[in-house]
């Protein structure tokens, strides 16, 4: 069955520095999402992505983020100058017909910023 | 005030048991997300509805849309059910909103 996927599972980095988040979506979808969850808290949506712009961003994404789809199968993350409280747990989702629309996750990848 | 609230915030059962997880929202609506995060943090799609109910295998979600609820029920409940079940409405375009989840923990 396909899946998304997500690099790397861990990454941890000093305060200030830029990070970047891979995903790989389900092949034939359409909708990309990235969504944060602290550890603790709920998931927090970020943004969603529909061809090639973005559609919808939260608060949260503010000028220190961006998202990226390089070439035909990654979606990428980017957070310019991290810090302690981007810590969390990064999850990209994809969907084929948009939000009212089976999403499904990736594993995620934990950040950990020092 | 939260969007969405889901009550319990955590249920304890006895294997077998009957399972019902409320999420009521103050916002307009046009879908609502059931969501499942394992104890590993993977996070899977259970149901999306706009209307009515669904079932899939043990699992039935409803949803009333005027009164602003809706709920997850579970049946014959197993230990492998055991996770933190997570109800998301869709507002705007393209954002999910997630409420705060429910840990559902089934004992043997």
């Known amino acids: 069955e396909p899946e998304v996927t997500q690099t790397p599972s861990h990454q941890v980095t000093q305060m200030g520095q830029e990070v970047i988040l891979r995903c790989v979506p389900i092949?034939?979808?359409?909708?990309f999402y990235w969504y944060r969850q602290i550890l603790g808290q709920k998931v927090e949506f970020l943004v969603s992505?529909?061809?090639?712009?973005?559609?919808?961003k939260s608060e949260i994404f503010d000028d220190q983020f961006s998202v990226e789809r390089p070439d035909g199968s990654n979606f990428t993350l980017k957070i310019r100058s991290t810090k302690l409280e981007d810590s969390a747990m990064y999850f990209c989702?994809?969907?084929?017909?948009?939000?009212?629309?089976?999403?499904?996750f990736g594993p995620g990848t934990r950040l950990t910023v020092l | 005030k939260n969007e969405v609230e889901q009550s319990p915030q955590n249920l304890t059962a006895q294997e077998g048991e009957f399972i019902t997880i409320n999420c009521s929202y103050s916002v307009g609506i046009s879908a609502l997300h059931w969501l499942q995060q394992h104890p590993g943090g993977g996070i899977v799609s259970l149901f999306m509805?706009?209307?009515g109910k669904k079932k899939h295998g043990r699992l039935i979600a409803t949803i009333n849309i005027q009164e602003k609820h809706s709920s997850l029920h579970i049946t014959a409940s197993h230990p492998r059910d055991s996770a933190v079940y997570i109800c998301?409405?869709?507002?705007?375009?393209?954002?999910?909103?997630f409420g705060q989840g429910t840990r559902l923990t089934i004992n043997p």
């Open positions: 092949s034939n979808h359409l909708y």
């Open positions: 989702a994809s969907s084929d017909q948009g939000p009212t629309d089976t999403q499904y």
């Open positions: 992505f529909y061809n090639n712009e973005i559609s919808e």
């Open positions: 998301a409405l869709i507002q705007g375009a393209q954002k999910l909103v």
């Open positions: 509805l706009s209307s």
